[in-house]
Each structure stands twice: as structure tokens, then as C-alpha cells.
């Protein structure tokens, strides 16, 4: 039963910098609308009972179905079980907005270096903020580089937030 593609629908970015006296800023706004992803991770500590969801449940005595109260652990179980489990029930959307990029920039002024050199002082961040996100995990990271395990969250590293430093000197 096909339950979703991974493939987003489209991709939208929104890059813009200003400047002002030798200080410049810009951003990148990255989104990506559409595609489901499914989260392994999310089914395993369920089925084990140590998600938060499984603790609620337990906190309010059970799961409520239809007009009756199942066990907490007989649910999560049944429905995170590993191969046997109900994996529809960890499908995501895998839209998200982020804050891809954020950097700011100061060029020296000129005269302080004899008209010789530009120098330019520059602090640069990569995936800042995630704004929107309805999965439970980083959608644009794939925990493999072939084309049959996509869009699967199992037990993956979170994604990088970098921070970087730049010197640009000009002659």
C-alpha cells in the first residue's frame, strides 16, 4: 500500500542581504512544500514505551479508541511492533521552512590599511532555525544515499547547525 513519496512537490528559497557603512547582512529562507517521511524511530520507542506519547497514555490510563480505553502497551505495541507494526500510523509530512543560511559581514575601512587591502570580518551560520516542521525530525536528512531508503527516520543523528568564521583579504 503506497502511503506517500518523499519527493517534495516544490522547493522554494528567499535569499536577501542589505548594506549599510561597510556592514552587510543577508539570509536564505529555504522551503520545502509536500512529500511524506516516515519515522522508524517514533515506532520503536513506542513499541518500547519510553516516547513521550506512550508515557501520557499511561499517565491517563490508556489510549482512547472509539468508545473504549485500550491499554497503553497493548496499543503502542501493536502499533509500533517493529515488522509487524502499523508504520502508517509514523507518517509525517515532510513540509518545513528553515533558516538556511544567516551571515554578517564588516569590511574594514580602507584608510586604516594605507589604501592597500580590503579586509573583510564575516560570521556565517548554516540551518539556524527550523521555523515549521511537522515531523519529528530533520525531513531533508536521509539516513542513506541510495534510492529505496528515503524519507526514513531510523535512529538518525539530528542535523548540523555550523558556524563558521571568514577573513577575506583583498590586494
Not at 539530528?158 to 563558521?164: A, E, L, Q, V, Y
Request: glycine share 10%.
Amino acid at each position: 500500500i503506497k502511503v506517500g513519496n518523499a519527493n517534495p512537490d516544490y522547493n522554494l528559497g528567499f535569499r536577501n542581504s542589505f548594506s549599510w557603512k561597510g556592514i552587510n547582512l543577508s539570509f536564505l529562507l529555504s522551503a520545502r512544500i509536500g512529500g511524506e517521511v516516515v519515522s522508524a524511530t517514533q515506532a520503536a520507542l513506542d513499541n518500547y514505551g519510553v516516547s513521550e506519547a506512550s508515557a501520557i497514555a499511561r499517565d491517563n490510563g490508556g489510549v482512547q479508541v472509539n468508545n473504549g480505553k485500550l491499554d497503553a502497551q497493548y496499543f503502542y505495541q501493536f502499533i509500533g511492533g517493529g515488522e509487524t507494526g502499523m508504520i502508517s500510523q509514523y507518517v509525517y509530512s515532510a513540509t518545513n521552512v528553515r533558516l538556511q543560511e544567516l551571515s554578517l559581514n564588516y569590511t574594514l575601512p580602507k584608510r586604516w590599511f594605507k589604501n592597500v587591502a580590503n579586509i573583510t570580518l564575516g560570521v556565517v551560520g548554516r540551518n539556524l532555525w527550523m521555523i515549521y516542521c511537522k515531523a519529528p525530525f530533520d525531513p531533508e536528512t536521509t539516513a542513506t544515499t541510495g534510492n529505496y531508503y528515503q524519507g526514513i527516520d531510523k535512529f538518525m543523528t539530528p542535523s548540523t547547525r555550523n558556524i563558521g568564521f571568514n577573513i577575506k583579504l583583498k590586494f
